[in-house]
């Protein structure tokens, strides 16, 4: 039996939303707001109004924050309910009960089987991600699933092998994280009411932005990583990478878009913060690459200019909402 949720979705004809478009410095950036961001928009709704989390991320030592929207702030601007599934039995079991109520379901599954990182993980390296199932066909061995910035089938193989129908009972397995998602409550609030709101998140994760400059505190972890970082190579730097300069430069490149979409709702006085963290945006793609080039070459690698420049504009994005608070 078939069951969807958001019906009418092929991913011969899906069309991603505008933070996922080729004008994008990060095209992805990370795996569950990516899903958040596509989820919102297929039910018609607009993502950029939760994005203010994004202010309050910070270098936590060996990474970013990995940053991703509260199910409160979800509940409270979109009516959509997240409550954490218990996998107490397959989960291809929990799939059918939950997606014929009308309910999605976002699950941990292994990139090793999701056709659309072909050229990367597929049928390559095992890597844990999150997707979210939405139309399943058990008899057809089909799966259409939200990943990352977009949306795509999965079939025969990579069916078996993502809800682990031929492997055997195996006590220590332990299950993956799911959650379900219920938005048969959904709220499409007016513009100015939906922008208000996000104004408040703005408010809110001001207060709890990091209480000294990330940046200065990043720079100085990378100088002293750098060696060992050149000593592992570019596979361990790809990882190390993600977990840090991908992020910091995703997360504000996220906050720019949300701030930039205030603006056009009323807030102009804004305005400079968001150019200020496109900065920290563009400048965080050029390390990435420099930094690469300096792990591959064992070379010296003069970071000062690119972390001050990502530093001060953090600073003045921080004072400019602080000042209009």
């Known amino acids: 039996m078939q ?3 958001i019906n009418g979705l092929d991913p011969a004809t899906y069309r991603r939303h505008a933070l996922h478009g080729e004008q994008s410095v990060w095209l992805e950036k990370n795996c569950y707001i990516d899903l958040w961001i596509e989820v919102l928009h297929a039910y018609g709704l607009e993502p950029l109004a939760m994005l203010p989390f994004t ?8 990474q970013w924050t990995f940053f991703k929207p509260g199910h409160g702030e979800l509940r409270d601007l979109y009516g959509i309910e997240v409550q954490e599934l218990t996998v107490w039995r397959s989960l291809l079991e929990h799939a059918e009960e939950h997606l014929a109520a009308g309910k999605l379901i976002a699950t941990e599954a292994d990139a090793f089987w999701l056709p659309d990182v072909a050229g990367t993980d ?3 390296q095992h890597s844990k991600t999150t997707i979210v199932l939405n139309d399943l066909d058990s008899a057809k061995r089909r799966l259409g699933y939200f990943h990352n910035a977009g949306y795509y089938n999965l079939e025969g193989e990579d069916f078996i092998e993502t809800f682990r129908l031929n492997a055997a009972s195996d006590p220590a397995f332990m299950p993956l994280f799911a959650e379900f998602v219920r938005a048969d409550r959904v709220v499409r609030q007016p513009s100015a009411e939906l922008a208000a709101r996000s104004r408040d998140l703005v408010r809110k994760y001001l207060r709890l932005r990091p209480p000294t400059n990330p940046l200065v505190r990043f720079r100085e972890r990378f100088e002293r990583e750098l060696p060992e970082l050149q000593t592992r ?5 790809h990882v190390w990478a993600f977990s840090t300069i991908r992020q910091v430069g995703a997360a504000f490149e996220l906050a720019a878009e949300n701030i930039k979409w205030l603006q056009s709702n009323g807030w102009q006085s804004l305005g400079p913060a968001a150019v200020a963290f496109e900065q920290i945006t563009q400048a965080s793609k050029t390390l990435i690459l420099k930094a690469a080039r300096a792990v591959n070459s064992r070379r010296n690698f003069e970071s000062y200019a690119i972390f001050d420049e990502m530093a001060a504009a953090w600073q003045r994005g921080m004072d400019t909402l602080a000042k209009t608070d």
């Open 55 to 62: 202010l309050a991320t910070d270098f936590e030592g060996d």
């Open 3 to 5: 069951h969807s949720v």
């Open 233 to 237: 190579g570019l596979a361990y730097y």
């Open 122 to 124: 597929y049928r390559r």
